[in-house]
C-alpha cells in the first residue's frame, strides 16, 4: 500500500521505496515470525490453570 504517514521519518524517502524491497522486507519478518513461533511453540502451547495464578481460589 506504501502508506508511510504512520512512519514520518520514511515519508522522506517513500519514492526511494520499490515493491521488491518491499517483498523483501515482508518475507524476512514472515520468517522472523515462524522461526519464533517456532523456538517458542512450547511457551505459547502452555495452559496455565487458574489456581496456578491465584492459589487462593
Do not use: A, N, T
Given at each position: 500500500?506504501?502508506?508511510l504517514y504512520?512512519?514520518?521519518?520514511?515519508?522522506?524517502?517513500?519514492n526511494e521505496i520499490n515493491c521488491t524491497?518491499?517483498?523483501?522486507?515482508?518475507?524476512h519478518t514472515n520468517n522472523?515470525?515462524?522461526d519464533i513461533e517456532g523456538r517458542f511453540i512450547d511457551i505459547l502451547d502452555l495452559k496455565i490453570n487458574d489456581w496456578m495464578t491465584?492459589?487462593?481460589?
Open positions: 500500500k506504501k502508506e504512520q512512519f514520518s521519518i520514511l515519508l522522506s524517502i517513500k524491497d518491499i517483498k523483501r522486507f515482508v518475507d522472523l515470525k515462524k491465584d492459589p487462593f481460589l
